[in-house]
Antibody
Framework: VQLVESGGGVVQAGRSLRLSCAAS????????MNWVRQAQGKGLEWVAV????????YYAASVKGRFTISRDHSRNSLLLQMNSLRPDDTAIYYC???????????????WGRGTLVTVSS | EIQMTQSPPSLPASVGDTVTITCQAS??????LNWFQQKPGEAPKFLIY???NLETGVPSRFSGSGSGTDFNFTISSLQPEDFATYYC?????????FGPGTKVDFK
C-alpha cells in the first residue's frame, strides 16, 4: 500500500496548481481520501476530504471556495485543484486514506510522503 | 469547527520515562480521535485510532484513552526512537482538526 504525491512546485500568488496522489496496492474507490498540509516548522492542518463515492466533500475554512478535491479513477489517483493561491498556502501537502469510505468518523491511516508547494508573492 | 487543544507543547524526557500528552476537544467527539507521530523530514505515522485502539505493528508501550472531550496518550518506558512530535486529530465531523502538537525531546 503506497501513496505518492506529485505536482508541487513554485507558483506565483493568484495562480493555480493541481496536485495528484497516486495509489498503488489498493483501490482508492473504496476509501475516503484526505489532503493535509504542513507549513515549514508548523503543525499539521487538515485541508479536505472526499467520501469513497465522491458524494460528500468537506474543506477547511482556509481553502473553501479555492480548492477542489476530486478523484481520477482511471489513474487510481486523488487530485487537489488549488486556485487563487496565496503565500500562506505554502506547505508540504500530504494525501492520506481514511480507513473507511465515509467522509467522517473514520480515521486517517495511510499517508504519502508529501509534495512541496511554494507560493511566491 | 471543533477546536483541539493539546498539552504540553513541549515535553522534556529521558529514555525509560513514562510520558503523557493530553488533548481536549471543544465539544463531544465520542471516541473519534487519532494519534500520530512525526519525526523531522518525515510524513506523520499513524499510531492510534478511535482514541484507544493501537494500529497493527505499533509497539504496546504506546496507549491512548478517553472519550467525549478529554483524551490521553501515554508512552511507557520511552525509547530513543520515540523522541518526536505527536499530534491528535479529531475526525468526528468535518472540518477535521489537529491539536497543535507536543514535541517530546531530550531532557
Amino acid at each position: 500500500v503506497q501513496l505518492v504525491e506529485s505536482g508541487g512546485g513554485v507558483v506565483q500568488a493568484g495562480r493555480s496548481l493541481r496536485l495528484s496522489c497516486a495509489a498503488s496496492g489498493f483501490n482508492l474507490r473504496v476509501y475516503a481520501m484526505n489532503w493535509v498540509r504542513q507549513a515549514q516548522g508548523k503543525g499539521l492542518e487538515w485541508v479536505a476530504v472526499t467520501s469513497f463515492d465522491g458524494n460528500k466533500e468537506y474543506y477547511a475554512a482556509s481553502v473553501k471556495g479555492r480548492f477542489t478535491i476530486s478523484r481520477d479513477h482511471s489513474r487510481n489517483s486523488l487530485l487537489l485543484q488549488m486556485n487563487s493561491l496565496r503565500p500562506d498556502d505554502t506547505a508540504i501537502y500530504y494525501c492520506a486514506t481514511s480507513r473507511g469510505g465515509g467522509a467522517a468518523t473514520t480515521p486517517l491511516v495511510t499517508w504519502g510522503r508529501g509534495t512541496l508547494v511554494t507560493v511566491s508573492s | 469547527e471543533i477546536q483541539m487543544t493539546q498539552s504540553p507543547p513541549s515535553l522534556p524526557a529521558s529514555v525509560g520515562d513514562t510520558v503523557t500528552i493530553t488533548c481536549q476537544a471543544s465539544r463531544d467527539i465520542d471516541n473519534y480521535l487519532n494519534w500520530f507521530q512525526q519525526k523531522p523530514g518525515e510524513a506523520p505515522k499513524f499510531l492510534i485510532y478511535d482514541a484507544s485502539n493501537l494500529e497493527t505493528g505499533v509497539p504496546s508501550r504506546f496507549s491512548g484513552s478517553g472519550s467525549g472531550t478529554d483524551f490521553n496518550f501515554t508512552i511507557s518506558s520511552l525509547q530513543p526512537e520515540d523522541f518526536a512530535t505527536y499530534y491528535c486529530l479529531q475526525y468526528d465531523s468535518a472540518p477535521f482538526t489537529f491539536g497543535p502538537g507536543t514535541k517530546v525531546d531530550f531532557k
